[in-house]
């Protein structure tokens, strides 16, 4: 079955701790991205990667780091997390740039820092 | 700035049709997304419009009219399982997706 995976669906972490949110797609999609999502807010992009070892910023990457040494994975990584960075997380990928085409989102990861 | 607006909550009833909104303030337009987003789920495409005009899926149709820079998604015979979340995004001259905060659709029987 195609599909994105995230892990884990749910974290509770302390401030400071650092945490990665895995992300695998096997539908060998050239494109993959991070969004958070606030309530009253729409999506954000926090990272994107074009391609394996291309990654660039999207509009809120403070506190955020990310890598694509395969084509398959995605990982986000929160080097020191504060509770401003609780949010609801989305992986998502496409064969191409999202805002041409479809997206395909994991099933996020709901992540509270305490 | 830019901006993308839809209602923040819409109640229906089962078997009836609604019409959920999205008006944008962009700078260029390369294309309109609509997705469903069920409660603590996954958003899931629905439609994509580049062209004026309404594009129809099944019961679902979007329409798009790039001059009044404003979209609309059309839910038919609505059933218990439309009940969602609907994300209106658009894609601006610099291929940047700028959502919009989502409409919640409450189906009621």
């Known amino acids: 079955e195609a599909q994105v995976t995230q892990n884990p669906r749910y974290l509770i972490t302390v401030t400071g701790k650092k945490l990665t949110v895995t992300c695998s797609q096997n539908?060998?999609?050239?494109?993959m991205s991070w969004y958070r999502q606030d309530p009253g807010l729409g999506l954000r992009q926090i990272y994107y990667?074009?391609?394996?070892?291309?990654?660039d910023k999207g509009d809120v990457p403070e506190g955020y780091k990310v890598s694509r040494k395969e084509k398959r994975n995605f990982p986000l990584i929160l080097e020191s997390p504060s509770p401003n960075q609780t949010s609801l997380y989305f992986c998502?990928?496409?064969?191409?740039?999202?805002?041409?085409?479809?997206?395909?989102f994991g099933q996020g990861t709901r992540l509270t820092v305490v | 700035g830019q901006n993308i607006d839809q209602p923040t909550e819409m109640t229906a009833t089962e078997g009836a049709i609604v019409q959920i909104n999205c008006t944008y303030q962009?700078?260029?337009?390369?294309?309109l997304f609509w997705y469903q987003q069920h409660a603590g789920e996954a958003p899931t495409f629905l439609s994509y419009?580049?062209l004026d005009g309404l594009e129809e899926k099944g019961r679902f149709s979007s329409f798009l009219s790039r001059s009044k820079g404003y979209s609309y998604l059309l839910l038919k015979e609505l059933q218990m399982k439309d009940s969602a979340s609907y994300l209106c995004?658009?894609?601006?001259?610099?291929?940047?997706?700028?959502w919009g905060a989502g409409t919640k659709l409450i189906i009621k029987p």
């Open positions: 998502a990928s496409g064969t191409g740039d999202l805002a041409v085409g479809e997206a395909f």
């Open positions: 990667s074009m391609n394996v070892e291309v990654t």
């Open positions: 539908m060998n999609h050239e494109y």
């Open positions: 419009n580049v």
């Open positions: 962009t700078s260029g337009f390369n294309g």
């Open positions: 995004a658009v894609s601006d001259s610099n291929y940047q997706l700028i």
